[in-house]
């Protein structure tokens, strides 16, 4: 068997979940508990198949499954199952002994409308399996056809990389009023001067010598504040600038009186200007602070976004299909970011077209005729 990297974890638990949600934990130590040919059935909500991001616990869990094949079934039953909740469920087959034509291999079932009502409901529980259903859902287990009820995928399937996407930089920078008040917002400028925390400070009487001299640099970053708006409208102009290397040396050169390092100083760029495709590529061979570097092109931090991609489908397939011909000059690093996820519904979804528009409106205007007549009956 293969096992992912569990980052120098040993025991049971290959990684952990978010703590408002352990049912993955208990998926693992019942795995833990099973002998080589051993199998468990784990009943579930919904969560712990789709729930965190790629690198969170939840996923690398099921990476962990998925990659030692030890997930056989998956088996969705309907709503109203138990006394105190409502909430449809998933019942998880567990096999360390699979059979050859099963391995590598996950099934799904949905059998979310199979059920009979109570005769008298029990708190939320209102359905039960009939004795048919349970012959139905065995039938269907083992069984190694597909219909209408069965899938059976290919457990790569669900595995996937992360691929973090950007843009060239490509900013046309501007100086005018409504540009400067943008500056007003960016974090470094922000950090400055707090008002509620400068209110909360006024209030307290008497103040302690650490708390005036928070009060006083307080008002020292007010005054600083004020100066660098003061500093900025006085450059503003209808100007614009092409070339965003250009724009920041001009705003670092006008506001060298304020020592602001160089993050400060691109944040009042970024700030200041706006991605423009006319705008020129800025090309460098260093490493930047501010932006990914790939063949001597600068990409866009304030343009990066991530595709999730399938490790059973080619990467630049992918590309050229979904990105390039929406962002054809798109470049995409690979973080090494894998994860594992199993959207159940989706497999299953079918689509019903919605209803007419001339019916809806027909429907909307009967319902507004009857919400008059009722209207009139209460004068």
Do not use: C
């Not at 993955?24 to 130590?29: D, G, N, Q, S, T």
């Not at 029990?122 to 349970?134: F, T, V, W």
């Not at 996407?165 to 400067?180: D, F, K, S, Y």
């Amino acid at each position: 068997m293969k096992f992912i990297s569990t980052e120098g974890r040993e025991g049971r638990f290959v990684n952990t979940p978010a703590s408002g949600d352990a049912q993955l934990l208990f998926h693992l130590h019942a795995l833990s508990k099973l002998e080589e040919d051993g199998r468990a059935t784990i009943i579930s909500n919904g969560s712990p198949l789709f729930s965190g991001g790629t690198t969170s616990g939840e996923s690398q869990i099921r990476r962990y499954i998925l990659e030692n094949d030890l997930l056989e079934t998956i088996i969705a039953l309907p709503g109203q199952f138990f006394y105190n909740t409502g909430i449809s469920i998933y019942v998880w087959l567990y096999n360390k002994n699979k059979p050859q034509k099963r391995q590598n291999k996950i099934q799904f079932i949905d059998a979310s409308n199979e059920f009979v009502p109570l005769r008298k409901s029990l708190g939320y529980k209102r359905r039960e399996l009939s004795n048919q259903n349970i012959k139905d859902i065995i039938n269907w287990y083992q069984s190694d056809e597909e219909n209408k009820q069965v899938k059976i995928f290919d457990a790569k399937e669900f595995l996937y990389k992360e691929y973090t996407v950007m843009q060239p930089l490509q900013r046309r920078g501007r100086i005018n009023a409504e540009i400067i008040d943008s500056v007003k917002g960016t974090q470094f400028f922000t950090k400055f001067y707090n008002e509620f925390k400068y209110q909360e400070l006024l209030e307290i009487e008497p103040r302690t010598s650490k708390q005036e001299n928070e009060m006083q640099k307080l008002e020292q970053g007010k005054v600083k504040q004020e100066k660098i708006i003061d500093k900025l409208t006085s450059l503003s102009s209808d100007d614009s600038y092409e070339d965003f290397e250009e724009f920041s040396a001009f705003i670092k050169e006008n506001l060298t009186e304020f020592k602001l390092t160089p993050a400060n100083i691109n944040a009042i760029a970024l700030a200041m200007s706006e991605m423009d495709k006319t705008a020129k590529v800025i090309k460098t061979k260093r490493k930047d602070k501010v932006a990914e570097v790939a063949d001597g092109v600068v990409y866009d931090k304030t343009t990066k976004d991530s595709e999730i991609i399938k490790l059973s489908e080619s990467v630049e397939e992918y590309f050229k299909r979904e990105v390039y011909p929406h962002v054809p000059d798109a470049y995409y690093w690979d973080e090494e970011k894998e994860g594992a996820e199993i959207p159940f519904t989706r497999y299953f979804y079918e689509y019903q077209a919605p209803e007419p528009a001339e019916k809806l409106l027909a429907e909307f205007n009967e319902l507004e005729e009857k919400l008059q007549v009722l209207l009139e009956g209460l004068k």
